[in-house]
């Protein structure tokens, strides 16, 4: 299984951006689905957003439709999720999942049995 290394977390006010990177070692990226999770405290893990092997289907869950987005760059094994008009509830550690051959929707809202990474926090704060 590839290693995943989240990075790009912080602190930002409403309204604000982030870019959160995920790096993969051990291994190519070219054959998995991947995604971004979510966990924020006292909630379960949710899929925020995925992107199928070849890159053509991504999902996002409806809380983050239209403030942010998925990308990958196979040429440097890593994922990306650029995250715009950042809110409050987006606050929660960000993980990166990658999983062979599975499809954006079924690995957001299925989850996901391959390989994860530490995650990073991601804290919106007034």
């Known amino acids: 299984q590839v290693q995943l290394v989240e990075s790009g977390g912080g602190l930002v006010q409403p309204g604000g951006s982030l870019r959160l990177s995920c790096v993969a070692s051990g291994g190519t990226l070219d054959y998995h689905g991947l995604g971004w999770f979510r966990q924020a405290p006292g909630k379960e893990r949710e899929g925020v957003s995925c992107i199928d092997s070849n890159g053509r289907s991504t999902y996002y869950a409806e809380s983050v439709k239209g403030r942010f987005t998925i990308s990958k760059d196979n040429s440097k094994n890593t994922l990306y999720l650029q995250m715009n008009s950042l809110k409050p509830e987006d606050t929660a550690v960000y993980y990166c999942?990658?999983?062979?051959?599975?499809?954006?929707?079924?690995?957001?809202?299925?989850?996901?049995?391959?390989?994860w990474g530490q995650g990073t926090q991601v804290t919106v704060f007034s």
């Open positions: 999942a990658a999983d062979f051959l599975k499809s954006a929707q079924s690995m957001c809202v299925g989850g996901a049995s391959g390989s």
